[in-house]
């Protein structure tokens, strides 16, 4: 286990003794024979642990620990005391040390205390390149397209991210409703905590109610023990909302209460629970249809329109496509373990010209089926469903109706057959790829006499 250590004392002999034991480790091993010394150190260098003795000429280790902690968190430190003083230690283990161990006493002991500390500073470490990697997967910067009607999007949620601001998002399923969410959320002054996204066209009125707002043990017969809700999970941080049209209206005056109030009643409690949430609500709905209609709560509605975000269909940002096809490209290839990195210009126009009434979400199932069919380092026109190879663009004298039945169906045919080639039989998995319904594919393989055993 690789890692740096700083070793303080004025012993000279000692650190030399500590250092050749240390080294043997596998450790890069810096030395100071004070404080002073030590500060500049760690100052210079990247230092993963410190171990520091409690008695040095210019001051106390016991104090430095405090100092170290504050200047450098990541950095851990264990003290090496000469007497095993129990209150030294005590306070020292106050002022944030790893651990202290008796110098002298049996040398043994340092190097698994020190493989336990780098275990703790690898460890933090790597949560914080994970949550960098989090942050900037999210951040607007990695919002694909160039396109007026998504630059206006982004710019609008760049300004009320770091707002407390409820923030409706609309549009069309597949348009990245929470791609925006997630951006706003690490932009805002919560990005630091929990991001909790419910779907809520997923469940019942009654599953949608303890999912979101949790209850006591007892609350129903198979309530054992106190469930959390999301609600409460999702404290201090965002909670997303998507589809929130679906929510059942007697659900959405307990929402209500939380917008108005910030707190809410466990099914089954009789006290308020409070809670500090951020709302960002999305849905494909026409709101202010539904209130008229009396299917969603005109009060509600407005407590959720304080900040309306819309976000374009693809087929209204189609400059947009290439660039988001060639990052699905590379995506999937990656995943894949694919060598491909072009599409034929007919790909792309076939791509241009397509309705895409699933918007970027089916671009990216079209993209990921066309690399799993790839032959060779471009993914070609034949790589597409067959519905995308043979749609009519415009200007170019092809009509669907020129192909014949008989044609289409061998297209299809071979489509289906590769994608269970890929699946090895899986038809589950082939029906995902291909997005169409299980007894859909079922049929099919019957009528072309398709299908390997899976």
Not at 41 to 54: A, G, T
Not at 315 to 342: C, G, H, W
Request: charged fraction near 25%; aromatic fraction near 6%; glycine fraction near 6%.
């Amino acid at each position: 286990m690789p890692g740096t250590i700083l070793l303080i004392d004025d012993e000279e002999k000692l650190r030399g003794l500590l250092k050749r034991i240390i080294t043997l480790e596998g450790f890069i091993i810096h030395e100071a024979a004070d404080l002073k010394a030590a500060s500049k150190q760690l100052d210079k260098e990247s230092i993963d642990v410190v171990l520091c003795d409690v008695k040095l000429p210019d001051g106390s280790g016991v104090d430095f620990v405090k100092e170290v902690r504050s200047k450098h968190p990541a950095t851990e430190i264990i003290l090496l005391t000469a007497y095993g003083n129990i209150p030294d230690g005590i306070q020292a283990m106050k002022n944030g040390a790893f651990d202290y161990i008796t110098k002298g006493d049996d040398n043994d002991k340092i190097i698994p205390l020190l493989m336990r500390a780098m275990e703790k500073v690898q460890l933090q470490k790597r949560i914080e390149q994970l949550e960098q990697q989090v942050g900037k997967k999210y951040n607007f910067d990695n919002i694909l397209g160039t396109s007026p009607l998504i630059k206006e999007a982004i710019a609008l949620a760049r300004k009320v991210a770091p707002s407390e601001a409820t923030v409706l998002l609309l549009g069309e399923t597949g348009t990245g409703k929470e791609v925006f969410a997630q951006a706003i959320h690490a932009g805002s002054k919560r990005a630091g905590k929990t991001f909790t996204a419910l779907n809520c066209s997923a469940f019942s009125k009654e599953l949608l109610e303890s999912e979101l707002f949790g209850y006591r043990a007892g609350a129903f017969t198979s309530a054992v023990k106190d469930k959390k809700g999301l609600m409460e999970e999702a404290n201090n941080g965002t909670l997303f909302l998507d589809e929130i049209g679906e929510m059942h209206i007697d659900l959405q005056s307990k929402l209500l209460r939380v917008l108005e109030t910030s707190e809410f009643i466990k099914i089954g409690d009789t006290k308020p629970t409070r809670v500090n949430v951020r709302i960002i609500a999305a849905t494909n709905r026409h709101l202010q249809q539904e209130v008229t209609e009396g299917k969603f709560r005109e009060d509600l509605f407005y407590r959720l329109n304080v900040f309306v975000i819309s976000l374009p269909a693809l087929r209204d940002r189609k400059k947009d496509i290439p660039v988001l096809a060639t990052y699905y490209l590379q995506l999937f290839a990656q995943k894949a373990n694919q060598r491909i990195d072009a599409m034929s210009p007919e790909f792309l126009e076939q791509l241009q010209h397509h309705d895409w009434k699933g918007n970027i979400r089916e671009l990216k199932n079209i993209i990921e089926r066309a690399v799993i069919l790839a032959d060779g380092p471009a993914l070609t026109i034949n790589n597409l469903p067959v519905e995308l190879q043979h749609q009519a663009i415009p200007g170019s004298g092809a009509h669907n109706n020129t192909l014949s039945a008989f044609s289409l169906a061998s297209m299809e045919k071979l489509h289906i057959q590769r994608v269970l080639n890929h699946t090895k039989g899986n038809k589950t998995e082939t029906a995902r790829l291909l997005d169409i319904g299980l007894t859909t594919l079922y049929r099919k393989i019957e009528e072309y006499g398709l299908g390997r055993e899976s």
